[in-house]
């Protein structure tokens, strides 16, 4: 899951950790896993969700492409929809 705005509280529970904790449990691929859309050290799911729950149309606009190349079966996108819309350039 990403998220484009505030963190998600359990990725700001496991960063209390350190880095390479958070990391660790990512790369382990054995479990769901919270980030930053702008991480991009974030690798390919099955299937990716991303929170468009804040962040600037920058961070949006470029969160939501990579997402759909990382996901491998299903793209799950939650925010309003006229928000996606105008930041991707598409014409409702």
């Known amino acids: 899951m990403l998220t484009t705005g505030e963190t998600h509280p359990w990725a700001a529970h496991e960063l209390t950790f350190g880095e390479a904790s958070y990391w ?5 691929a054995d479990d769901v896993f919270y980030a930053d859309a702008a991480a991009g050290r974030a690798t390919g799911r099955p299937v990716v969700i991303v929170a468009v729950n804040g962040g600037s149309d920058e961070v949006t606009g470029t969160a939501l492409p990579a997402a759909m190349a990382r996901a ?3 793209l799950i996108v939650c925010g309003d929809p006229e928000r996606i819309t105008a930041v991707l350039g598409a014409h409702a």
Do not use: V
Request: glycine letters at 12%.
């Open 72 to 74: 491998g079966t299903l």
């Open 24 to 28: 660790a449990q990512h790369d382990a």
